[in-house]
């Protein structure tokens, strides 16, 4: 078993604090983060539990919201240590170092000055990751995403491969010339070059090789088929193999010298390696809480437990919730009842949330929830019997109980106790659970204990601070229904258990008057209080739903007003700005008539006045059949792509491309593409002629066609580097004037040439904003995503 388990250890894996660390380093992406989460453990002080609720609830609400670049972290703990002492990493370990330094960068952006506000503890923490850029480039240069090197690595290994390409091409020709040799033909086996011992060599018949000289390299198996390296080439395969050592020589330079500067740069790779595993296990926490649709607990040192609508996290489908209180009014439960109703899951529910709340996991129960932070968690649940040490149930118990009893204090230990007093004689076992319970309860300890003894019934209605509770079962069919009711005692039910079972009625009715009048009335009275709190809970859930249904009416009511009171303001604000427009405008006009007037002579200016009115007429007259001419973005007109609109802000018209939550993209004279607001369009309503030209020739109706046929994927695979740049070059064309948002260019990893070839294209491409590799789910590097100007 290695080392001693101590009691607080113990007690966690009773209550299998073990499986839900299990489940949370499955959320993880790195194998210091699944550490991390493996090792988890509860924290007793507050600070410390508290600011690790705030970290998990920072990283749940950030993963909602965006995606968090967590791929590409790789465990190099090895790898730097070793660069640090001199040795030279594989091209795997340089390609691993690569990956988490850019991990450890794009972290650093995302939960950068953007995120402070809405995460102050995790942007804190990517604070200090170290951004390394020259090393960054000069390794994803050198080393390709499959480990390979590449021919950027260094000018030398460039002009070694292309040696190297042009040697094996000059042999290939000598070599197929051979071979399309009607002579040569017949003494070949077949018309193909192969290699042998990194020699190009041909394979030759066994019978004609006198005809066919060369060196000698390899033969089949049969020994009919000799691979001859013919005499034409073997100066040409001597310098290839020369070339080829040079490029290895190269190589392992290239590999010493990145290695060194993974050295330099070991202590501070070695503390982002410590800051990736941290912000990992915080997403993996975020993650785990919305999988158990968890809530971040209010943490305490008072002792004060409130868990509502509580559910243990590893019980599977429909779950009962618990609600249960501890520290205030009593900080002893009594928890009485008949088997199978849902006790001990209570008992195991509360320790376990516990256990999760000081180690910075949200705890699956409602908002609201309050947890203490506890110096000490002490459980004895279930027959922890051992065979080989002779133990009964009872014993068993007790070895349990005692170190509990020393450890637990006072109010900062919780202590969880199932079958209190059980496998012993029912007096004396009622007795001693009795004193127990009395001692914790003196101390102040924070208790909840199951029995099946009525004595502790008792004890807890008798003693101030001590409180009964039971799990509620069905009044007809007895069934239980997992609910926790607090204050009320359980009720053993054996009678009406028995007769059910089908007991004779005779044996149960003489087994009534062997009980005790006090014992029998109690149980009456126990049914009854049962009965009226079944009555309460009903009631209390009516007018929670209730009050939440108003609550929520209240809500979107509040915000209509709000929105009206913004839309109307919104107006307002138009209006006004459009009466002084028309103000402006009247008032320069008013000005240039009266200097007309006062220039022209006498006998113009009747002439004058006359074309002013006219031109007032026309004005009025055009502004009483605006509606008949323009219909809006609001109730008169639905703003839909390839409508003709206007655009009142800069005095153009234009056609509507594409219409998302209110915001429409137009496309005015000049191929010019804007964003604007719908409620700032209105449309244009034309003759048949003018509509009719414009939905035949318009570079609008173009692209609004264009955008409806166009795939936003384009697949190169199979292609070779011209054809799929033409490929490229046009298709991004195409998908600028559809006003494509991205687009994926689908390479495939194969050598990296052609993904190579396309990056190069569109780092200078007109119609390109950005670029990436695809993540995770995306295709990889198999996949470039590209981001396309508007």
């Not at 001199?86 to 950068?112: C, D, F, I, M, N």
């Not at 000698?216 to 020994?223: K, L, P, R």
């Not at 009395?438 to 009525?454: D, E, I, N, P, Q």
């Not at 292609?719 to 689908?746: Q, R, W």
């Amino acid at each position: 078993m290695g080392k001693t388990e101590n009691l607080q250890e113990k007690s966690a894996r009773i209550l299998e604090f073990d499986k839900i660390r299990k489940i949370l380093a499955g959320f993880t992406a790195s194998k210091p983060g699944e550490e991390l989460a493996l090792s988890l453990w509860p924290s007793t002080v507050l600070e410390k539990a508290a600011r690790a609720q705030k970290e998990t609830t920072e990283a749940r609400e950030l993963w909602q919201t965006g995606r968090v670049p967590l791929d590409g972290i790789f465990d190099l703990r090895v790898a730097a240590e070793g660069a640090r002492r001199g040795k030279v990493l594989s091209p795997e370990e340089l390609l691993a170092t690569g990956s988490t330094l850019r991990a450890a960068r794009l972290l650093r952006g995302v939960l950068g000055e953007e995120a402070e506000e809405r995460a102050p503890v995790l942007s804190a923490l990517a604070a200090g990751l170290t951004v390394f850029p020259q090393l960054e480039k000069a390794l994803a240069q050198a080393i390709g995403p499959d480990g390979e090197i590449r021919d950027e690595a260094s000018p030398v290994l460039r002009n070694l491969r292309r040696q190297a390409r042009m040697l094996q091409n000059n042999i290939r020709e000598r070599l197929d010339a051979l071979t399309r040799s009607g002579e040569a033909q017949k003494y070949l086996q077949e018309a193909l070059v192969t290699i042998r011992n990194g020699r190009y060599v041909l394979p030759v018949k066994q019978e004609f090789r006198q005809f066919i000289p060369g060196i000698v390299h390899d033969q089949s198996a049969s020994g009919a088929t000799l691979f001859i390296e013919p005499m034409a080439v073997v100066e040409l395969n001597n310098k290839l193999r020369q070339v080829e050592a040079g490029i290895k020589e190269e190589i392992e330079r290239i590999l010493a010298e990145l290695s060194r500067q993974v050295g330099e740069a070991a202590a501070g790779i070695l503390a982002n390696q410590e800051i990736l595993a941290r912000l990992d296990l915080a997403f993996a926490k975020g993650r785990y809480s919305l999988s158990i649709r968890g809530a971040e607990p209010v943490l305490n040192t008072k002792g004060l437990i409130r868990l509502l609508q509580a559910r243990h996290p590893l019980l599977e489908g429909e779950v009962v919730p618990i609600d249960l209180e501890l520290g205030g009014d009593f900080h002893v439960l009594v928890i009485t009842g008949p088997n199978t109703g849902g006790k001990t899951v209570s008992l195991k529910t509360t320790g376990l949330l516990a256990l999760m709340a000081q180690a910075g996991l949200h705890i699956p129960a409602r908002s609201g929830s309050e947890m203490p932070v506890f110096t000490g968690i002490y459980s004895d649940i279930g027959d922890e019997q051992s065979i080989e040490q002779s133990l009964s149930t009872f014993s068993s118990h007790m070895s349990n109980i005692v170190p509990i009893m020393e450890a637990a204090q006072d109010q900062n230990s919780l202590v969880l106790l199932d079958e209190l007093g059980a496998g012993t004689d029912p007096a004396e076992g009622a007795a001693l659970a009795t004193a127990i319970l009395k001692t914790l309860h003196r101390r102040g300890v924070r208790t909840v204990a199951t029995t099946h003894y009525s004595e502790l019934k008792i004890f807890a209605y008798n003693t101030p601070g001590v409180e009964n509770a039971s799990v509620d079962f069905a009044p007809r069919t007895l069934q239980p229904t997992y609910r926790l009711l607090t204050g009320v005692p359980g009720q053993s039910n054996a009678f009406v258990i028995a007769a059910r079972l089908g007991l004779d009625k005779a044996i149960i009715t003489q087994a009534e008057g062997l009980l005790a009048p006090d014992t029998r009335n109690l149980e009456e009275l126990l049914g009854q209080i049962a009965e009226e709190k079944r009555e309460l809970e009903t009631e209390r859930e009516k007018a929670a739903r209730l009050r939440v249904a108003l609550e929520k009416k209240e809500k979107e009511y509040t915000e209509k007003l709000a929105r009206f009171g913004k839309e109307r303001e919104s107006l307002l604000r138009e209006a006004r700005e459009e009466a002084r427009d028309l103000v402006r405008e009247t008032r320069r006009e008013m000005e240039n008539l009266l200097r007309r007037l006062r220039e022209a002579p006498p006998e113009e200016q009747s002439d004058i006045a006359n074309e002013a009115r006219r031109q007032l007429a026309g004005r009025l007259a055009g502004i009483e059949e605006a509606p008949g001419l323009f219909a809006g973005g609001g109730p008169s007109g639905e703003i839909l792509p390839g409508k003709t609109v206007r655009l009142s802000h800069l005095d153009q018209e234009g056609v509507v491309l594409e219409v998302i939550y209110g915001q429409a993209q137009v496309q005015v004279e000049g191929g010019l593409r804007v964003w604007v607001p719908c409620a700032g369009l209105v449309e244009v309503f034309r003759g048949p002629e003018r509509q009719d030209r414009q939905g035949k020739g318009g570079i609008g109706q173009a692209a609004v066609k264009k955008s409806a046929t166009i795939s936003s994927r384009l697949d190169l695979r199979g292609m070779n580097v011209e054809e799929a740049l033409g490929a490229v070059d046009k298709y991004l064309d195409e998908a600028f004037l559809a006003g494509l948002p991205s687009a994926v260019l689908i390479h495939g990893k194969g050598t990296g040439a052609l993904r190579g070839a396309v990056t190069r294209l569109l780092s200078g491409h007109p119609q390109v904003k950005s670029y990436r590799l695809g993540g995770i789910g995306e295709g990889g590097l198999g996949v470039t995503v590209v981001e396309l100007k508007k």
